[in-house]
Structure formats: structure tokens, C-alpha cells
């Protein structure tokens, strides 16, 4: 059984900073594309970073140079550093895990706000 478990979400000021991780089981984590994607209220979710199985890194414009996708394959974890937080960046944060497009799991999600 998959699973993808996120954890580090909650509110923060405008300016400030939050680590998002998601620990995944039941797939072979170092194969897999793992991706953060958001939605907020009343909007279409979208991909805000991936990471390759290669270590490569992709991120939506509007996040470039304030957050960092990163993986642990020992720990069959992906995080996501999110430096200079606006309000436009509330949204649930979803994790994500793509093997093919047909063969994809996501987590629950976890809540980031930013207000002050």
C-alpha cells in the first residue's frame, strides 16, 4: 500500500519560512518523479516544484529563488524549503509521486497559510 505522509504545514508571516516534508512507503522511492503541487480556495491545483529521480529540479515562476525541492533517497523523503513566503502562497500543499502518468499517488495534504 502506498502512502505519502506530509508534515510541516501551519501559519507563518508574510516574509517568513516553512520546510514541507513528505515521507513516502510502498513505492520504490528512488524511481519515482516526486512533485509539491497547491491549491487554494476556489482555484485549479498546480505544480509548484518537482524533482527528478536524476536529481533534477523544476519550479513554477512565481516560486523561483524563494523555494527548494529536495530528496532523500535513504530516507524515501521530499522536501520543500519555502523561503520568503507571500500571502499569494497559501494554498494545501499536496505531495505527489509519478512513476508514469497512469501510475501516480498523491498525500493527503497539509495546510500552509501565510497571513500576519
Known amino acids: 500500500q502506498v502512502q505519502l505522509v506530509e508534515s510541516g504545514g501551519g501559519l507563518v508571516q508574510p516574509g517568513g519560512s516553512l520546510r514541507l516534508s513528505c515521507a513516502a512507503s510502498g513505492i520504490i522511492f528512488s524511481t519515482y518523479t516526486m512533485g509539491w503541487y497547491r491549491q487554494a480556495p476556489g482555484k485549479q491545483r498546480e505544480l509548484v516544484a518537482l524533482v527528478i529521480s536524476d536529481g533534477s529540479t523544476n519550479y513554477l515562476d512565481s516560486v523561483k529563488g524563494r523555494f527548494t525541492i529536495s530528496r532523500d533517497n535513504a530516507k524515501n523523503t521530499v522536501y520543500l524549503q519555502m523561503n520568503s513566503l507571500k500571502p499569494e502562497d497559501t494554498a494545501v500543499y499536496y505531495c505527489?509521486?509519478?512513476?508514469?502518468?497512469?501510475?501516480?499517488?498523491w498525500g493527503q495534504g497539509t495546510q500552509v497559510t501565510v497571513s500576519s
Open positions: 505527489n509521486a509519478r512513476y508514469t502518468v497512469a501510475r501516480h499517488y
